[in-house]
């Protein structure tokens, strides 16, 4: 029986590459020490001639592939003893033998920490897509590293993965906590919410709802695991329970106790598994990936229900963030792995779960918004280009029915698009900003804000048919820059067609004006207010047409009298109708404008409102189940610390539990209350903007003036 992509099948997951070009190593170091280098060309690890180990660094290729992973990641890492196959493990899980190198001598094959180069990916037990990313350790008792060393890497390991695979040989007895004495030190080796010298019992509690699953893989299983009372053989999570994470019957404490008091508390949930030896040549056992299809029927077996299990936990639990119902994607572990390792570096720090969750979330929130900013701008550029055919002509601010799209209709299309794919980009991360920060910076804030990078309005009050309405104008934003660059190359296109087609009326006025009569005068300003008027373009058009028929009876005024029949009086009531009637058309445009944004923003906020009801309503299905399930493994903690004679332990993390319940109920409560207030807020805003009628331009009394009505 061999691991296959059969069991692969039987979860719904397939392997997917993070490398596209060429053909990918099967994995890549993901963390170094420092007396170590990675040559991405050749894809290999050297040592530093002469380098000393001081310090970790993460490896920028790596991190590069892990931003490409925009989906809620469940992280399985291995780690234990050096030359104990945690290697093969993890290869065995992408369905090949040699994934990640393995070593065959006492020199230690991995480094620091390394990561698959291929991913898993599948949906979970709730429907979402999800990645199954494998991380493989140094040994923590290699001889290349020291005892701090270790830790770090250690530390590094649990802070990154939803599993913890703790790979041994042979079946464990209490006095081997010895060797494990790292676990008793991680209480005070990464910190909640500051960086207290010394975790309380209260923060060490806590940190369980933020650790991985703890697995104790026991390798090369020869001997039959103690019989439990019945006389029945024990499982082997019951036997690791009840037999070695147990307190000693002595009235002083002693390391091994303080080791399996660790693991019992910090971990939420602990398992064990066994597998037998694979094989009895020696030969084989030093390289077992050559010699797979040589391994016992047992060991195989074995093998292929690890991976089943394995995988079976990976659809069920997500890496969490800090902050209640909340996970990691690949680009927000890449900002944290950055900050865990500058944290382990400074000995004067310990990682922050949640300072390090808070400024990974604000630093990932503004490089959604800095990216989808740039995506409005050159989907913005882009159509104005295609509609203008890539010259310098103005567009019309906005167009009604089929046909060409004007500035604000373009605006609306990308507008959306942006905003949805906002929502859809920060909206994963709702419930880990409104739980995580004091001021709730809920999705629908954050909207708000991404929003006034594109388009700000201000207020302002319009009369119309003898009513004021409450309006909004664009006064800033991305769109601010398109409008305005648009309005002026409407007024050049404007101004440059009002002069052209003067031309031939200037010409005739300076050469032959003893012949231009008074009608022929009339015939050819209407039939230049016709041409301007087909041909103008954009929001300036009567504006500019205003302006310039000003400037032409102020300069031309004396010439004007020397046309044949010119009558004065008829002129100047001319000009001023013409210049009642221009007045009323550009106020018209910018009325339509104006009732056009306003229209708009009143878009925007009714669509946030129902946003900020689908996030609220999502929210509170993720924190009940979350809380749901935090009930499950904390009663299953009690039971566990109880038969492990923890029991001093156990009425306080009763308390501590009780405690962060409370906490719970009180952040869900004040979540109502902020959806409500914003609500109601929102929905005021959309009231006080009331419908305002398009306006008409009309002649009153005959051939009386243009109003706006």
């Known amino acids: 029986m061999a691991f296959s992509s ?3 099948g039987k979860h719904g997951l397939s392997v997917r590459s993070l490398v ?13 020490p420092d007396d170590h280098e990675y040559d991405a060309k050749t894809r290999t690890v050297h040592r530093k001639p002469g380098a000393e180990r001081r310090k970790l660094y993460p490896v920028p290729e790596a991190l590069q592939m892990l931003k490409k992973i925009d989906k809620p990641l469940s992280i399985i890492s291995i780690c234990g003893p050096m030359r104990t196959g945690k290697s093969y493990i993890l290869s065995r899980l992408l369905g090949k033998p040699d994934a990640f190198d393995l070593g065959h001598t006492m020199d230690p094959k991995t480094y620091g920490i390394w990561m698959g180069t291929h991913v898993l990916t599948g949906k979970n037990k709730n429907g979402q ?21 270790d830790a770090s890497i250690f530390v590094l390991t649990i802070l990154m993965c939803s599993l913890l695979i703790y790979n041994s040989t042979n079946v464990p007895y209490k006095k081997d906590l010895e060797k494990l004495e790292c676990f008793s030190k991680l209480a005070d080796a990464i910190s909640v919410r500051g960086q207290d010298a010394e975790a309380s019992v209260e923060e060490a509690t806590e940190l369980k709802n933020y650790f991985p699953d703890f697995l104790w893989l026991l390798r090369d299983v020869t001997l039959i695991i103690p019989q439990d009372g019945d006389g029945k053989p024990m499982d082997p999570t019951t036997y690791i329970k009840t037999k070695v994470l147990v307190r000693g019957k002595t009235f002083k404490t002693t390391s091994q106790d303080d080791t399996a008091q660790a693991i019992m508390c910090l971990f939420p949930n602990i398992e064990g598994f066994t597998l037998p030896p694979p094989h009895s040549d020696e030969t084989v056992m030093q390289n077992i990936a050559k010699y797979t299809n040589e391994l016992t029927p047992k060991f195989r077996e074995g093998v292929n229900q690890l991976m ?57 929130i503004q490089e959604i918004m800095a990216e989808l900013v740039q995506e409005y701008k050159t989907r913005m550029e882009s159509m104005v280009q295609a509609a203008t055919g890539g010259k310098q002509i103005p567009l019309e601010e906005h167009t009604e029915g089929a046909g060409s799209m004007g500035i604000m209709n373009m605006h609306k299309v990308v507008f959306d698009e942006v905003c949805d794919k906002f929502r859809q980009k920060a909206g994963r991360f709702s419930t880990a900003l409104t739980s995580s920060s004091e001021q709730g910076d809920s999705t629908a804030n954050l909207l708000q804000k991404f929003q006034k990078k594109l388009v700000e309005y201000k207020a302002k009050q319009t009369e119309l048919k003898g009513k004021k309405y409450q309006t909004s104008e664009v006064s800033g934003g991305e769109l601010w820059g398109f409008l305005q660059r648009n309005r002026q190359l409407s007024e050049q296109h404007c101004t440059r067609l009002y002069l052209s087609l003067f031309d031939a009326i200037k010409a005739k006025l300076e050469h032959d004006v003893s012949k231009y009569t008074f009608k022929d005068l009339e015939k050819d300003i209407t039939q230049l207010n016709q041409e301007y008027e087909r041909k103008a373009r954009g929001p300036m058009k009567y504006a500019v047409l205003k302006k310039m028929d000003e400037e032409v009876a102020a300069t031309h005024a004396q010439t004007f009298k020397k046309v044949k029949g010119f009558q004065d009086k008829v002129m100047k009531e001319q000009q001023k109708r013409k210049e009642a009637e221009n007045e009323a058309k550009a106020a018209a445009e910018n009325v339509t404008r104006l009732r056009e944004e306003t229209n708009m923003m009143k878009d925007t906020h009714s669509k946030n409102m129902k946003n900020m009801a689908e996030e609220h309503d999502k929210q ?49 409560d004040q979540m109502m209350e902020n959806s409500a207030r914003q609500s109601e807020q929102t929905a005021s805003l959309i009231g006080a903007i009331k419908d305002m009628p398009a306006p008409e331009v009309r002649v009153v009394g005959g051939g009386g003036p243009c109003v706006i009505q």
């Not at 596209?20 to 170094?32: T, V």
Request: include cysteine; glycine fraction near 4%; charged fraction near 25%.
């Open 6 to 8: 059969d069991v692969l």
């Open 20 to 32: 596209q070009d060429g053909e990918p190593a099967s994995s890549i170091p993901l963390i170094l």
């Open 129 to 149: 897509e999800f990645c199954v990313l494998l991380l493989d350790t140094e040994g923590i008792d290699s001889p290349f590293a020291t005892s701090s060393q």
């Open 308 to 364: 089943d299990k394995l995988l079976t936990h990976a659809k069920t639990k997500n890496k969490r963030g800090y902050g209640a119902a909340s996970f990691v994607t690949g680009e927000l572990l890449a900002i944290m792995i950055a900050k865990y390792v500058d944290a382990v570096n400074d000995p004067n720090s310990i990682p922050s779960l949640d300072n390090t969750w808070k400024s990974t979330i604000e630093l990932h």
């Open 620 to 668: 509170m299905i993720q924190l009940k189940e979350d809380g749901r399930r935090r009930a499950e493994e904390d009663m299953q903690k009690l039971k566990d610390m109880q038969q492990s004679n923890f029991k001093e332990l156990t009425t306080m993390f009763q308390e501590i539990n009780t405690q962060q319940n409370e906490r719970l109920t009180k952040m869900l």
